[in-house]
């Protein structure tokens, strides 16, 4: 974890059997996680998430044996999401561009995937019990090394001192927020909904906020 969900359902079949894995795949996991999102893991039913995907149960069987299975799933695909972007921080990367492209995807994840995020605050809440040694070995690595970016930028004089670990924690409360505590924004805001332009709006305040903290200035053309 995170890899890339069930890849023996779909990658030996790229017609028109291929395509409609993927797509009943991806009605699943969508469903699953607002299922579980709102549910929590002990509340959801496979039955309420296939009614969700408008899928037969038996579909969800064919893909997940068990709902665990599809609750781990539904985790592997959020961290998929949420750290791949992260590649772009590498020592010759422009500091500003990386940091803010990065604050860019998480907020869109936000955005576009904000039960993925609950669900993964959920699991953390809970004591992280089916991620444990996700968190505890390859993510730590994960942060190690890109901290270690950071701290050579800091050492060229790319950007100014910080604790490059604490900084990482910093985006991703920045960013999340916006997916887990949607609810609040909008309340305190008096707004139905987050449009496009409110996500476009936070972003840029949010990445001259973490760009403010390491003491870099937008690259020309990142529009914040």
């Not at 797509?23 to 999102?37: D, G, T």
């Not at 904000?114 to 390859?138: C, M, Q, R, T």
Request: glycine share 6%; hydrophobic share 45%; net charge neutral.
């Amino acid at each position: 974890m995170p890899e890339t969900v069930h890849k023996q359902h779909v990658a030996s079949n790229d017609g028109t059997a291929g395509r409609v894995r993927r797509a009943a795949l991806a009605q699943i996991l969508a469903a699953a996680e607002q299922v579980f999102a709102e549910t929590g893991f002990n509340g959801a039913t496979m039955a309420e998430i296939a009614e969700k995907a408008g899928l037969p149960k038996a579909n969800l069987h064919y893909y997940f044996g068990t709902k665990e299975e599809l609750y781990r799933a539904v985790l592997a695909n959020t961290l998929e999401m949420w750290l791949t972007p992260i590649s772009a921080i590498c020592p010759a990367a422009d500091p500003a561009k990386a940091i803010a492209d990065y604050v860019w995807a998480k907020m869109e994840a936000a955005r576009l995937r904000p039960y993925a995020s609950k669900v993964f605050a959920n699991e953390i809440l809970h004591g992280a019990g089916h991620i444990l040694d996700f968190l505890s070995n390859d993510l730590k690595t994960l942060v190690e090394e890109k901290a270690a970016v950071l701290d050579g930028w800091i050492a060229e004089g790319r950007m100014r001192p910080v604790d490059s670990k604490a900084f990482f924690f910093m985006i991703w409360a920045m960013t999340q927020h916006y997916a887990d505590f949607d609810v609040q924004i909008r309340l305190v805001l008096g707004k139905r909904q987050l449009s496009r332009n409110d996500f476009a709006y936070f972003t840029a305040e949010v990445t001259r906020a973490v760009l403010r903290v390491a003491g870099l200035e937008p690259s020309t053309g990142e529009g914040v």
